[in-house]
C-alpha cells in the first residue's frame, strides 16, 4: 500500500518549481486574461513567519492557483515592507544596524514562505528599505511636491525632554515615555504633510465602484467624515476679530449661551482679560502635556477656563462668555464651538461650572421633556424647536436649512461641506526609513534634490541613539553631500517618511519587474491594474488603503498611471485563536507554524487552517486537530494509488461531479472549509463504489489547489503530464450530479401546460422554480397572480392564478 511522505514530497516539488522557475510571470504575454492576486507584503521582523501571516498567505494562494486553472495568467508577487521603528529600537539595544538585522530577518522569511509552497515570482521582488525601492518612494515625494501635494508646516509631537526624542503614540502610552517614564510634552515641529484632503470627495465616491467588505467602506467614510453643515460668525465684544464656529447643528444656535475655544487658539492671548490672564496661561501649560486623543476623549472629565471675554449669539443677540477648554481641538475645525444644552460635552461642562443653560429642542416623549426643561439631562438629538423664535415648531432638520438660509441672507452664516480627513503628515524623526529627498538653502527654503541624484541614500554614519535631533542630523556624510551638490550652507532634511508612503505603491513597483529607470511600463499597469483580489487584515480598513488609493488617484491625475483604484476585491481573512483566546506573545499561547509544517507538511497544515472555519471569520487552532486532516491526506493518497474496480458506476461518476460542483463553487467564494468537508465525503462514497483511473485524474486536479504538492506528486504517479497546475480545471456536468430524473405534469388552473423533467430529489422550492421556467408555463403565468401552489412529488405541479 502507497504511504505519503509529506516532508520528502514537499521538498522535491519546491525544488522542482524553483529550478524550472514555474511561477515566473511574463507580464507582457496578452494570450491569457490577467489576475492579480495579491496580499499584502510583510514586516521582515526577527519574530518570523506567524500564524497570522500563513492564514493570510496560503489560503490566498489556493485562490491563485484556482484561478491559474481556470485559465488565468495569475501574478502573486512577494515582498518586504521593510523599513519601520521595530528594526530601529532592535539597533539602539543592540548596535546591530538595521540593514543588517532586516537582510538576516528577510533572508529567514524567505525560506519559510518558500515552504508553504505558494505561486510567488520571486524575480519580481521588492524590499522597501533597498536604495533600488526607496528611490521610488523618493520620486514619490518629488511628484507630490511639484504638483504642490506636498507641503510644510508646524505640528505637535510627542516629546520626550530627557531622550531628547520624538516618541510614536504607541511609546508614548499614559503620558508617559516608554523608555525612561519621563513625562511626554507635546511640541511643534515643522513637519512635511501630503495633501490628502483634496481627495476627500473622490475617495468618498470611489467606494462605491469597488467590491470591498460594507464595514470596511463604512470605516473608510468615516475616517473621512463627510459632513453637510454651516460656519457661523460670532462677534467678540470690544474686538474686531471674529470667531468662525463650523457646525452641524445650527438648529440649536438659540440655545448657545457660552463658547468654547480650544487652548491653543491664536485669539485666546488677545481676547483674555488681565484678571483671568493667569488662570488661562496655567491651563494651557497643563493642556500641552496631552495628547489629542486624550483630549477627546469622550469619557475624561470636561475642564475648562474662563477668558474674561464675551461674543454675541447672531441668532439670539444674547451675550455668551468665552472659555478654553481642552476638549476643543485647534487642528479640528476651527478650533472654537458654540456651546449649548444640547451637547454633551457642553452639558457637563456647564453644570460643572455653573454656567447658564438653555434649551431649544423638544424630545417627543413627555416624560423626557420635563426633565430635559429641567435640564435635569442633556438630549442631544433631533427634537422640535421651542425658544427659537420664528422658527419654533419646525424640526431639526427643516431648521437646519431655514436657519443657515436666514443668517447666510445678513452675511452671518454660509453653507459648508466639512470632512474629518486631515492632511497626511508623513515626516518621521527616525533613522530606519525613506530620506525625505528635499535641502535647504542657507535661507532655509526648502528645494526638491533633482531626480538624477536619487536615490538620495540614507547615511551610514550616524548613530540610532537619538541626540536632541532625528537621527540624520548626526551624520557628517549627508552634511557634505548636500554642500558638496547645492554649495555651502545648504543643509538637508533629516527626517524620513512615514512607512505607510513605502506601501502606498508598491503594488505598481511589482509590476516594474525591478526595472530601474522607470516606476512602471504604461503599457503593463494599463493590462494589470487594478489588483484583482487583495487579501489583507481589517486593520488596514483605514490609513494604509486609504493612503494607496490617494496615491493611485494622484499618480492618474499626474497622467502616470491609467487607472483609478488600486484594488478593486478586497477580502480580509478572519482571526486565528486558540482556543478560543488571541494568540499573543505575552500570553504564550501562540503555534509555531515550522513545528508543524516540518511534522505533517505544509499541505496539511494549509488545508486545517482553511478547514477551521469561514475563511473571512477565522477559526480556533486545535493541536490534535490537525491530525484529522493528516488522516485524510493519507486515506487519500492511498486510495487514489490503490487498483479497485469501480462497482457501481452510476454512483461513482455521481460523486466525482457532485464534488467537482460544490469545490468549484466553495474555492470561488474562498470558502475553503466547505470545500475540504465535499472532499472528505467524497472520499468516504467513492471508497465504497471505486473510482476509474480516468477520474483520479479529474479529482487530483480537483484537490490540486487546496493540496498542491500532493496533487503534484498524484499526477506524476498516475501518468499526468507535465504539471498539474498546467491543466485545466475540471468542468462538471449538472446531469451526471444528480441521480435520477424523473418527469412532473405542469398545471396551471388545472390544465396541463407544460412537463419538465427534474432530479427524483429535487426540493419543492426547486421544482415551483423550474416548473415555472417551463416557457409554455411562463405564457399562462405571466401576469397573473399565484393564489396557491401544490406540488405531488414525483408527478406534478400545480399552480392556481388569478389573471
Ligand atoms: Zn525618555
Given amino acids: 500500500m502507497a504511504q505519503y511522505k509529506p516532508v520528502e514530497t514537499e521538498k522535491k516539488w519546491q525544488d522542482r518549481w524553483e529550478k524550472d522557475d514555474r511561477y515566473r510571470i511574463d507580464l507582457t504575454d496578452e494570450s491569457k486574461p490577467k489576475y492579480y492576486n495579491l496580499v499584502m507584503f510583510p514586516y521582515p521582523s526577527g519574530d518570523r513567519l506567524h500564524i497570522g501571516h500563513w492564514y493570510n498567505f496560503a489560503p490566498a494562494d489556493s485562490f491563485g492557483r484556482y484561478m491559474r486553472m481556470k485559465g488565468y495568467n495569475v501574478f502573486e508577487p512577494m515582498g518586504f515592507d521593510a523599513f519601520g521603528l521595530p528594526a530601529e529600537n532592535h539597533a539602539i539595544k543592540t548596535g546591530t544596524p538595521p540593514p543588517e538585522s532586516t537582510a538576516k530577518n528577510t533572508k529567514t522569511m524567505v525560506d519559510q514562505l518558500k515552504k508553504i509552497g505558494t505561486m510567488y515570482d520571486w524575480s519580481k521582488t521588492l524590499n522597501t528599505s533597498e536604495p533600488e525601492y526607496y528611490k521610488w518612494t523618493q520620486w514619490l515625494f518629488l511628484q507630490m511636491f511639484k504638483h504642490k501635494l506636498a507641503y510644510k508646516k508646524e505640528a505637535t509631537v510627542n516629546w520626550c525632554p530627557n531622550c531628547q526624542t520624538v516618541l510614536a503614540n504607541e511609546q508614548a502610552q499614559d503620558g508617559t515615555c516608554e523608555r525612561c517614564a519621563t513625562e511626554v510634552i507635546q511640541k511643534p515641529l515643522a513637519q512635511w504633510f501630503w495633501k490628502i484632503t483634496d481627495y476627500a470627495q473622490r475617495l468618498l465616491d470611489g467606494l462605491e465602484k469597488i467590491d470591498w467588505p460594507e464595514k470596511t467602506k463604512l470605516m ?344 483609478e483604484e488600486p484594488f478593486q476585491r478586497l477580502v480580509h481573512q478572519g482571526l486565528v485563536t486558540n482556543q478560543g483566546a488571541k494568540m499573543s506573545k505575552s500570553k504564550g499561547n501562540t503555534v509555531s507554524p515550522d513545528e508543524f509544517v516540518s511534522f505533517y507538511g505544509s499541505d496539511v497544515f494549509r488545508m486545517y487552517l482553511m478547514f477551521m472555519g469561514p475563511f473571512t471569520d477565522g477559526g480556533d487552532w486545535n493541536d490534535k486537530g490537525i491530525t484529522g486532516i493528516s488522516r485524510f491526506v493519507d486515506r487519500f493518497y492511498t486510495f487514489i494509488l490503490s487498483d479497485g474496480d469501480v462497482q457501481d458506476e452510476a454512483a461513482s461518476l455521481r460523486a466525482v461531479h457532485q464534488a467537482m460542483k460544490k469545490v468549484s463553487a466553495d474555492i470561488e467564494k474562498m470558502h475553503f472549509n466547505t470545500a475540504i468537508a465535499a472532499f472528505m465525503e467524497f472520499l468516504n462514497e467513492v471508497m465504497k463504489v471505486g473510482l476509474s483511473k480516468e477520474n483520479k485524474m479529474m479529482v487530483v486536479r480537483l484537490i490540486a489547489p487546496l493540496a498542491p504538492h500532493l496533487a503534484e506528486e498524484l499526477w506524476e504517479v498516475l501518468g499526468g503530464k507535465g504539471s498539474v497546475f498546467d491543466e485545466q480545471w475540471p468542468e462538471y456536468d449538472e446531469s451526471l450530479t444528480v441521480s435520477d430524473t424523473v418527469t412532473l405534469a405542469v398545471q396551471v388552473n388545472g390544465k396541463v401546460r407544460g412537463e419538465v423533467e427534474v432530479p427524483a430529489d429535487i426540493s419543492e422550492e426547486d421544482a415551483f422554480k423550474l416548473a415555472a421556467e417551463n416557457p409554455n408555463v411562463e405564457k399562462h403565468l405571466k401576469g397573473g397572480e399565484v393564489l396557491k401552489k401544490i406540488y405531488i412529488p414525483g408527478k406534478l405541479v400545480s399552480f392556481v392564478v388569478r389573471p
Wanted: charge should be negative; glycine fraction near 6%.
Fill in 220 to 563: 473608510q467614510k468615516n475616517w473621512i467624515g463627510r459632513s453637510e453643515g454651516a460656519e457661523v460668525v460670532f462677534k467678540i465684544e470690544g474686538h474686531k476679530e471674529v470667531l468662525t464656529v463650523y457646525t452641524t447643528r445650527i438648529d440649536t444656535l438659540f440655545s448657545g449661551t457660552f463658547m468654547v475655544m480650544a487652548p491653543e487658539h491664536e485669539l485666546v492671548d488677545q481676547i483674555t482679560t488681565p484678571e483671568q490672564k493667569k488662570e488661562v496661561e496655567a491651563y494651557r501649560k497643563k493642556a500641552s502635556r496631552l495628547t489629542d486623543l486624550e483630549r477627546s476623549d469622550l469619557n475624561t472629565e470636561k475642564t475648562g477656563v474662563f477668558t474674561g471675554a464675551y461674543a454675541i449669539n447672531p441668532a439670539s443677540g444674547e451675550r455668551m462668555p468665552l472659555w478654553v477648554s481642552d476638549f476643543v481641538i485647534a487642528s479640528y475645525g476651527s478650533g472654537a464651538v458654540f456651546a449649548d444644552a444640547h451637547d454633551e460635552r457642553d452639558f457637563e461642562m456647564a453644570k460643572k461650572y455653573g454656567i447658564p443653560l438653555k434649551v431649544s429642542l423638544r424630545p417627543k416623549d413627555d416624560e423626557l421633556w420635563e426633565q430635559v426643561q429641567n435640564l435635569e439631562v442633556c438630549y442631544p438629538d433631533d427634537g422640535i424647536l421651542v425658544n427659537s423664535e420664528q422658527f419654533d415648531g419646525m424640526s431639526s432638520q427643516e431648521a437646519r436649512e431655514k436657519i443657515t438660509q436666514w443668517l447666510s441672507d445678513q452675511g452671518k452664516a454660509k453653507k459648508k461641506i466639512q470632512y474629518r480627513l486631515r492632511d497626511w503628515l508623513l515626516s518621521r524623526q527616525r533613522y530606519w526609513g525613506a530620506p525625505i529627498p528635499i535641502v535647504y538653502d542657507p535661507d532655509g527654503n526648502p528645494h526638491p534634490v533633482p531626480e538624477e541624484h536619487l536615490p538620495w541614500l540614507l547615511p551610514t554614519d550616524t548613530e540610532f541613539k537619538p541626540k536632541g535631533t532625528s537621527p540624520l542630523g548626526q551624520s557628517a556624510e549627508l552634511k557634505e553631500r548636500t554642500e558638496k551638490i547645492f554649495g555651502k550652507g545648504w543643509t538637508p532634511e533629516i527626517d524620513t517618511m512615514d512607512t505607510f508612503v513605502c506601501s502606498s505603491f508598491y503594488y505598481l513597483r511589482y509590476l516594474a519587474d525591478g526595472d530601474a529607470d522607470g516606476f512602471v511600463d504604461p503599457a503593463v499597469e494599463k493590462a494589470w491594474m487594478p489588483v484583482d483580489t487583495y487579501i489583507g487584515g481589517p486593520e488596514h480598513a483605514c490609513m494604509h488603503l486609504i493612503y494607496a488609493r490617494f496615491v493611485m488617484m494622484a499618480l492618474k491625475d499626474f497622467g502616470l498611471v491609467s487607472h
